[in-house]
């Protein structure tokens, strides 16, 4: 049985956060489920966490920060090995990653039953690709490859980005080479602008 208390005191807590509690029909209002979106820091706290999920059968749950709301609140979430992850398998979560979450209130914590990456465009933006290696790079990398290097976008206003395994060319194999005038998208992960899609539009 919940405890009234502590669920009451989450509720408010929730409430003046401007989260929305939704209760689904034929479901008790003791049940309510939640849904957050918001990035995330993950175990250690501070800078360099990391976390695969789903947690092993049998792990202890873990407790991780989702961070929302201007000025930025953070809302203590455990998740367990029975919460269900809707990003393929495995998801390793680092911190400023994107979440979208649904959870429940069990006892005195809000239990993720629900997780998923929500990777979606910090940066959309065209430029001169600068800082590559002098033969280029060809797309798509090599497993466990990353390559960092500059998109710049007008004179003295560089942004540098990484190209990992998972950057996908938008017209098959790609190869970029320095002054290519490239399209890309990218998100945070780990305090990097990662690129999910790039382009080549030609050479400055």
Known sequence: MRKPAARTTILSALLMLGLSLVTWP?????????KIAGFVDVPPTGPGGTLTLPLAPGAPPVTILVQLGTPPQKISIQVTSSTA?????????TDNDRVKIDAVIA???IQATKLELDPFPELE????????????????LAAGTTVTFTVSL?????????L??????????????NG?????????QN??????????????
Do not use: M
Not at 125 to 140: I, S
Not at 154 to 162: A, L
Not at 191 to 204: H, K, P
């Open 180 to 188: 290519t005038i490239v399209q890309i998208e990218a998100v945070l």
């Open 107 to 109: 006892g005195s914590v």
């Open 125 to 140: 933006v065209t430029g001169a690709a600068r800082g590559l290696p002098d033969a280029g790079v060809t797309l798509p």
């Open 85 to 93: 992850i809707e990003s393929g398998l495995p998801v390793t979560l």
């Open 154 to 162: 007008v004179p003295g206003v560089d942004v540098s980005v990484v």
């Open 191 to 204: 305090n990097q602008l990662v690129v999910t899609e790039v382009s080549a539009t030609g050479a400055d």
């Open 26 to 34: 034929g479901v008790a209002a003791a049940d309510s489920e939640i």
């Open 164 to 177: 990992t395994e998972n950057t996908k060319a938008e017209e098959g194999p790609l190869t970029l080479t």
